[in-house]
């Protein structure tokens, strides 16, 4: 009995680890989730748009970016996007099971 639970918990693991490395989301993935999670929409260039409060918009200009696409199982995503009145917004994300989560949200005014 004991030897059949180990057994199953083996292979569920191997199954969960074979599983997250085949669904690490990607870059476009990101922008995707950035956009619904945060209202900041990004073109193909590195100039994008956030909605603000009463349907206004603001340019937001990407002016740092950090991907680290090196580990197995997950990825974490960077950006520092900067807007023209030098107020900066910070996201920090992981990705895992094909998904974005929140690290860290910092805006500075």
């Known amino acids: 009995m004991k030897k059949g639970l180990i057994r199953i918990g083996m292979i569920f693991s191997i199954l969960l ?15 995707s989730w950035l956009l619904n999670e945060y209202d900041i929409e990004c073109h193909a260039s590195i100039t994008c748009t956030k909605k603000m409060e009463g349907n206004s918009y603001t340019t937001l200009i990407e002016t740092g970016s950090n991907i680290k696409n090196g580990y197995l199982l997950f990825n974490t995503i960077g950006k520092i996007y900067e807007d023209e009145n030098g107020s900066r917004t910070t996201v920090k994300a992981i990705g895992i099971f094909g998904k974005y989560f929140t690290i860290m949200i910092d805006e500075q005014g």
């Open 17 to 31: 680890l074979f599983y997250m490395s085949t669904h690490r989301p990607n870059e476009e993935q990101f922008y």
